[in-house]
T-cell receptor
Framework: SQTIHQWPATLVQPVGSPLSLECTVE??????LYWYRQAAGRGLQLLFY??????ISSEVPQNLSASRPQDRQFILSSKKLLLSDSGFYLC?????????????????FGDGTRLSIL | AQSVAQPEDQVNVAEGNPLTVKCTYS??????LFWYVQYPNRGLQFLLK??????LVKGSYGFEAEFNKSQTSFHLKKPSALVSDSALYFC??????????FGAGTRLFVKA
């Protein structure tokens, strides 16, 4: 069965420090991968998605970047964190077999990283 | 602009009673619609989806959802609520591509 892991679960960082959040997926090949930010336990904002190694699409210009160095690894980074980067960050994957339309595939989420910036 | 709306911030229901969590959508083309549930400090869990065909979709944990094209709605329902159903519920939609639009979420409280 497929599983998705995110770490760390919680992180407290000072303003101006760098960030690296990791997400890995097991049990599936060539998944579509997503990074979301959830503010105040409510709506989700899509930050990045990736359809393959080294292929990153950014949805919102911001202080963050993403990378996909391996098929099932997705990393969210920042060089200098801002107070406004605080939030709950969620990684997700969806199936991406050739015959499947990505828009009708459910997404499967990790348990998130709660990031607090001081 | 495409959007998914959940008009209720919170729904309260007594255990054993039927529950409904409302969702309306405004998208161009034929939508793919989803419901997810989120428990505290956890990620979202997929409950069910509508792609095409039967307007009544059955999903996990006894939940079902009714697609109504004329009312552009996709309400989540369960015949008999459990205390353990208390959580945050998200409706989501997509008409193509990789960007799924999520509603703001509805908090469901089931009282024993």
């Amino acid at each position: 069965s497929q599983t998705i892991h995110q770490w760390p679960a919680t992180l407290v960082q000072p303003v101006g420090s760098p960030l690296s959040l990791e997400c890995t997926v097991e049990g599936t090949s060539n998944p579509n991968l997503y990074w979301y930010r959830q503010a105040a336990g409510r709506g989700l904002q899509l930050l990045f998605y990736s359809v393959g190694i080294g292929q990153i699409s950014s949805e919102v210009p911001q202080n963050l970047s993403a990378s996909r160095p391996q098929d099932r690894q997705f990393i969210l980074s920042s060089k200098k964190l801002l107070l406004s980067d605080s939030g709950f960050y969620l990684c997700a994957w969806s199936s991406a077999r050739d015959s499947i339309e990505p828009s009708n595939q459910p997404q499967h989420f990790g348990d998130g990283t709660r990031l607090s910036i001081l | 602009a495409q959007s998914v709306a959940q008009p209720e911030d919170q729904v309260n229901v007594a255990e054993g009673n039927p529950l409904t969590v409302k969702c309306t959508y405004s998208v161009s083309g034929n939508p793919y619609l989803f419901w997810y549930v989120q428990y505290p400090n956890r990620g979202l869990q997929f409950l069910l989806k509508y792609i095409t065909g039967d307007n009544l979709v059955k999903g996990s944990y006894g939940f079902e959802a009714e697609f109504n094209k004329s009312q552009t709605s996709f309400h989540l329902k369960k015949p008999s609520a459990l205390v353990s159903d208390s959580a945050l519920y998200f409706c989501a939609g997509n008409t193509g591509g990789f960007k799924t639009i999520f509603g703001a979420g509805t908090r469901l409280f089931v009282k024993a």
